[in-house]
Structures are given as structure tokens and as C-alpha cells.
């Protein structure tokens, strides 16, 4: 039997505003994504790459088309439908988004808060994971105490957490510098191999691209490209350091 992909992109067009400022900005995307592959997206910015992310995140609805995310279609769908979807997505978003007021560890725990887990069982959740993103000295820090790329591995773990089947990312290495960049998203590609979920990256960043299975190109609305991308040998790629500075 054939395996089915984990999304599921059949000719989506999407559209802003409405009237006379109506304006399409996704046009007949097609794209299968499997289970465990990481997938690239590039393009220039206003390509649609964000769009297509958010509506793949079942952060809103899509419009024309079809759209099927774990096997839920996404076009026209209802609100508890794209709830129980984003259940098992995890984000992570160039801004990190973390709470300012709460510790390394209580955002992480915020992950588990709709999820049947206790209060200890969450707590040691949040720390494990944090341990494997290289902060097990700084789960106790607020946001404020911590460098940009320390920031990007909090919410990494924050993201992975509750073991989602899809990770989606927006841009994640876009304000850190190379060896910071390198470092996280090879944090993200080992964590997401070990827990077998699938990761689409949205990058302007070529310096990561070694650690795509295939690369996507976004121009004006349209999927251009997608190919297999030649890894890197690992041995070749920088090793993630405990912590980035």
C-alpha cells in the first residue's frame, strides 16, 4: 500500500481582501510531504511561502483547492477541525515568541498545558527537553538572560515537546549569526529524526540548506522547484555545541 503524505497540497489558491482589493497570492500549489522529511521552502519575500506555512499550520482556513494535513482536509474547514489538527503541530517562528514573564522551562511547559499530563509530568517533559537542546543550566532563566540562539533552542523545545507530528518554521535561524544558525537547526533536524515527525522550514538562509531532504522554491505564488537536495556528510556539518553564545 502507498504510503500517504502527511500533507497534502492539491492545486491551493489562496486570496487576501475582498472586492475590488482582492488579491491571490497562493495559485494552484500542488506538494506532498511524507513522514520524517525535512523540506525546505525558499523564495523572495512576498513569494506566498508564509501563506502557504500558515494555512499548513491550520492557523486559518484555505479557499480554493485542496489542502489535507494528516488527513484532514483544511479547505472550508471547521474551527474544531483546525484545532485538532494544530494539536499536533509544533511552531517555531523567527521571534521565538517566548513569554518574558516566564522561565526557559515554565514556556516550554505551556506546550503540554492542553495536553493529559500532570503537573510533575510536565515539568519533567519541559526539563528533558531542554536538556536536549543543550540548556540544562538554563531552564530556570527568563527570555531576558538569554542569547538569541538560546532563545531559538527554548523554543525548539517548546515546539517538540509534546511530540508532534509536524514541525513547521518560519525563518527560525533568520536572527542569528552562521555558527548560531548552523547549531539550531542542526538541533531541530537530529530532535526531529529521533522523534520521527516531518519539518517544513520556511529560509532565506542558504547556509542551512545541507539539512533538507528536498528543497522548494516559492516564486510569485507558484511552487517552481522541488528537488532532492545532496546532504552534506554529517561529519562535514558543525556539531551542536551545549550552548550558543
Known amino acids: 500500500m502507498k ?41 523572495p519575500s512576498g513569494s506566498g511561502k508564509t501563506t502557504l ?24 474547514a ?30 516550554v511547559q505551556m506546550a503540554l498545558e492542553l495536553h493529559d499530563y500532570s503537573k510533575q ?23 531576558e538572560n538569554l542569547s538569541g540562539g538560546q532563545k531559538q533552542r527554548v523554543a525548539i523545545a517548546r515546539a517538540l515537546v509534546s511530540s508532534p507530528k509536524i514541525v513547521l518554521a518560519d525563518e527560525p535561524t533568520a536572527a542569528l549569526d552562521s555558527k548560531s544558525g548552523q547549531e539550531v537547526v542542526e538541533i531541530m533536524r537530529k530532535l526531529a529524526k529521533d522523534f520521527g515527525c516531518t519539518i517544513l522550514l520556511v529560509t532565506h538562509d542558504d547556509r542551512i540548506l545541507h539539512v533538507a531532504d528536498r528543497i522548494v522554491h516559492m516564486e510569485d505564488g507558484r511552487l517552481s522547484a522541488d528537488k532532492t537536495h545532496q546532504k552534506v556528510p554529517v561529519s562535514t556539518v558543525p556539531q551542536s555545541r551545549p550552548i550558543i553564545s
Open 78 to 107: 471547521r474551527e474544531d477541525d483546525m484545532v485538532d489538527v494544530r494539536r499536533h503541530i509544533g511552531y517555531i517562528f523567527q521571534a521565538h515568541n517566548l513569554l518574558k514573564s516566564l522561565t526557559a522551562i515554565q514556556n
Open 3 to 43: 504510503m500517504q503524505p502527511v500533507i497534502n497540497v492539491k492545486n491551493l489558491s489562496h486570496y487576501y481582501g475582498k472586492g475590488d482589493l482582492k488579491k491571490q497570492v497562493l495559485f494552484g500549489v500542488s506538494l506532498e510531504i511524507y513522514s520524517g522529511e525535512i523540506v525546505l521552502m525558499t523564495g
Open 121 to 143: 509530568e510536565r515539568r519533567e517533559k519541559a526539563a528533558q527537553m531542554l536538556t536536549a537542546v543543550g540548556l540544562a543550566n538554563r531552564m530556570d532563566y527568563y527570555p
Open 53 to 76: 506555512l500558515t494555512l499548513v499550520g491550520a492557523l486559518r482556513s484555505g479557499q480554493e483547492g485542496s489542502l489535507k494535513v494528516l488527513g484532514k482536509e483544511m479547505c472550508g
